[in-house]
């Protein structure tokens, strides 16, 4: 028995990293937690795709996806 309780969940390390995936037509790199991707829509779209790599080491929703 320990005086102090365990964390519900490991620690986050500081080289966790959102692994790359391929989402919304675009293959988003992998990265470390806080650091943006973002890309360029193809001509005749408007938007600059972003997302966060979250601490938990998973990608945010996609800001300013493309539209036509």
């Known amino acids: 028995s320990s005086l102090f309780p ?9 080289d966790t990293t959102c692994a790359s995936v391929i989402e ?4 988003w790199p992998a990265r470390r937690v806080g650091q943006i991707a973002n890309f360029l829509c193809p001509t005749g ?10 601490q938990n080491g998973q990608w945010s929703a996609i800001n300013d996806p493309c539209v036509e």
């Open 24 to 27: 919304a037509g675009f293959t």
């Open 45 to 54: 779209h408007s938007g600059r795709p972003t997302r966060t790599c979250l």
């Open 6 to 14: 365990r964390p519900p969940f490991p620690p986050l390390l500081a």
